[in-house]
């Protein structure tokens, strides 16, 4: 995926569900940021995080770390960074075209089984992550949440 700009909270989620991510230098920060405004992770977003992430690195993605696209890059966020436009839009185009070479009778379904694990847990856990979201939106720290989004608190 090319990222241009800021990939914050559910931008950074996203991205981190595709398979590469390119982010343009001095572009923006990405990270999960979600916890600094009062709102929790489900645990699917865990489950993938640990899969692309240097394992010390998840503690501070859940403290709500913005990284440089340097930073991400390091840790495996990232799979590469560009320094223009042109460059990110060329990384992106390079990396589709290497996969679409790929035998595609032999491609998807590896694919298919490198991640059936992941979602294997992610169903796993999908009950919890459904309480735990019906519940948020009657406690406090959802409308603390809501307001900070909006900028009440700042």
């Known amino acids: 995926v090319e990222?241009?700009?800021h990939t914050m909270a559910g931008g950074c989620v996203i991205s981190s569900a595709a398979d590469y991510r390119f982010?343009?230098?001095?572009?923006?920060?990405?990270?999960?940021?979600?916890?600094m405004v009062g709102l929790p992770l489900p645990v699917v977003y865990l489950?993938?995080?640990?899969?692309?992430v240097s394992p010390h690195a998840?503690?501070?993605?859940?403290?709500?770390?913005?990284l440089k696209p340097e930073e991400a890059l390091e840790i495996g966020l990232l799979d590469a960074v560009a320094q223009s436009p042109e460059e990110l839009?060329?990384?992106?185009?390079?990396?589709?075209?290497?996969?679409?070479?790929?035998?595609?009778?032999s491609f998807l379904p590896t694919r298919r089984l490198y991640r059936q694990s992941l979602l294997r847990?992610?169903?796993a856990d999908e009950a919890e992550d459904v309480r735990m979201a019906a519940g948020l939106v009657k406690m406090p720290v959802f409308q603390?949440?809501?307001e900070n989004i909006a900028g009440k608190n700042r």
């Open 3 to 5: 990222l241009a700009g």
């Open 23 to 35: 982010l343009l230098s001095g572009a923006g920060r990405i990270g999960l940021t979600e916890l």
């Open 47 to 52: 489950h993938g995080l640990h899969r692309i």
């Open 58 to 66: 998840v503690r501070g993605m859940l403290e709500g770390a913005a």
């Open 89 to 105: 839009r060329s990384m992106c185009l390079k990396r589709m075209d290497a996969i679409l070479r790929i035998e595609q009778d």
């Open 121 to 123: 847990q992610m169903e």
């Open 144 to 146: 603390r949440a809501v």
